[in-house]
T-cell receptor, first 108, second 115 residues
Framework: KNEVEQSPQNLTAQEGEFITINCSYS?????LHWLQQHPGGGIVSLFM???GKKKHGRLIATINIQEKHSSLHITASHPRDSAVYIC??????????FGAGTRLTVKP | GAGVSQSPSNKVTEKGKDVELRCDPI?????LYWYRQSLGQGLEFLIY????????KSGLPSDRFSAERTGGSVSTLTIQRTQQEDSAVYLC?????????????FGEGSRLTVL
């Protein structure tokens, strides 16, 4: 069983919609990463956070340590946001575990 | 270089052959990681380098897999006697200092297909 669970597995949205992708992890972590993987395969780091909320442009990442849960939000989604979004939890023993990813398709 | 560079980007090989995959991390990055991503699966950790040493190679799936890093820079992942289940995208990442301290920078990956 993967120690990092993401939902949904696949998500299709219309351009302009507000998107939420969820990530839950099993035990205490020191940091959580959100990554974006484009169709060509390249992975880009979006956020690294250990508490609270971070915002970059139309992307917002939040984490709730008590509930062991993080969300990635995309406001005013655009077709170029179409990608696989991956959550990765850095556990206290310096072991990083990756979720299986959420495939987002934004239609014009 | 400007980013993490991996080669080849695609490799098709026959079962039983050996393959070498190369990773050139961002200049000055001391930490280097190899991952494997099978179709529809999450990233699977293979090995971590700090400088030229590999303090954690616990993710290597069998003794057919090995990796080395020279000059604190380029790393090579070698798979001997490839099997069909080795087919996957092999991703390399680097970070500036110690293990997972700071942002990870990924390469584009090497897609390996074993026929």
């Amino acid at each position: 069983k993967n120690e990092v669970e993401q939902s949904p597995q696949n998500l299709t949205a219309q351009e302009g919609e507000f998107i939420t992708i969820n990530c839950s992890y099993s035990v205490g972590i020191s940091a959580l990463h959100w990554l974006q993987q484009h169709p060509g395969g390249g992975i880009v780091s979006l956020f690294m956070l250990s508490s609270g909320k971070k915002k970059h442009g139309r992307l917002i990442a939040t984490i709730n340590i008590q509930e062991k849960h993080s969300s990635l939000h995309i406001t005013a989604s655009h077709p170029r946001d179409s990608a696989v979004y991956i959550c990765a939890a850095l556990y206290n023993n310096n072991d990083m575990r990756f979720g299986a990813g959420t495939r987002l398709t934004v239609k014009p | 270089g400007a980013g993490v560079s991996q080669s080849p980007s695609n490799k098709v090989t026959e079962k039983g052959k050996d393959v070498e995959l190369r990773c050139d991390p961002i200049s000055g990055h001391t930490a280097l990681y190899w991952y494997r991503q099978s179709l529809g699966q999450g990233l699977e950790f293979l090995i971590y380098f700090q400088g030229n040493s590999a303090p954690d190679k616990s993710g290597l799936p069998s003794d057919r897999f090995s990796a080395e890093r020279t000059g604190g820079s380029v790393s090579t992942l070698t798979i001997q006697r490839t099997q069909q289940e080795d087919s996957a995208v092999y991703l390399c990442a680097s970070s500036l200092v110690g293990r997972y301290t700071g942002e990870l920078f990924f390469g584009e990956g090497s897609r390996l297909t074993v026929l």
